[in-house]
DNA sequence: GTCAGGTGGTTACAGATGTAACTGTCCATT
DNA sequence: AATGGACAGTTACATCTGTAACCACCTGAC
């Protein structure tokens, strides 16, 4: 019976996430009314430019329903506009607005300056160490191609 | 514009967590139809014992709702009983019933065995650091005690 | 051409969550 | 004894989320 919560890995991840996302998101919440999947969304569409809902989706891990609802506040925030392909109807291409691409640009300014702050709270190794171990845990548990056996 | 969100530190962190919690969270929901919530009170009666519901949350920064909501499921499942403080009629205490603690017996395994296998992963090292790493976060980021000014 | 199956995106519904308000109880002050 | 916080725990409500079903559209096989 040696169990604890408190050193169990994947609640000390939920903490430490939990921890270091809420300060940030209380910045996009009370400045801008922001929720998560809705910075997420800009976040993508600033640093690549058009993409749609799909991509989006896939940049920032988020299901398709959450990027649905993002991309609906984000337009009527007027931060981004639709268009839709002209080859394929089922497609529609979202770019922000010169407004979204400013908040944009309030926004990727304050995250890096958590991003330093953090650094320095982490120390240079500390961070290179807390990256490293993320990337491992990225690459090992990522979404596996789901298995094809006889039986399906 | 040289930000990326896959490389930002908060949304990095999260995906992490959800990948190696979602894992283990795949466990208990299929075998005990438990939520995260479930999961993390009994793991808190089952390691320290009888407890009142203020202190589970404190254990597993739970809000006190989702303690609520969690003990109820649980006692429904018949996993804690409550019984009443003789002195302070406002508390109760929990404790996990014979059913309950089997249960946990079993979760503890599922938890080692997890734990094992992310630290093949990781590697000792790779472990060791990104512990570090978390503890550090844990430490600058814990909820401060609220500051008190001449304004309130 | 047509039709089956797949894809992009939305939505209805049910479950989970936090906020705020509530109940019942305790305790310190009077 | 009475009373005004403070505290343990519950609940109503609004919001957020994922699942599954759905619509519109595309594509490849025939």
Known sequence: MDFRLET?????????????????????????????????????????????????????????TKVSRAVRALEEKRWLKRSEDAADRRIEHLDLTPAGRRIYGEMIALAHEYEQELARLLGADGLEQLEAGLATIEAALAVQPARRGPSD
């Open 8 to 64: 169990f890995l994947p609640y000390r991840l939920n903490q430490a996430a939990e921890l270091v996302s809420q300060r940030f998101a209380a910045q996009y919440r009370a400045r801008y009314r922001m929720t998560r999947p809705e910075w997420r969304a800009l976040a993508a569409l600033g640093s690549y430019g058009r993409m749609t809902a799909t991509e989006i989706g896939a940049n920032s891990s988020m299901h398709k």
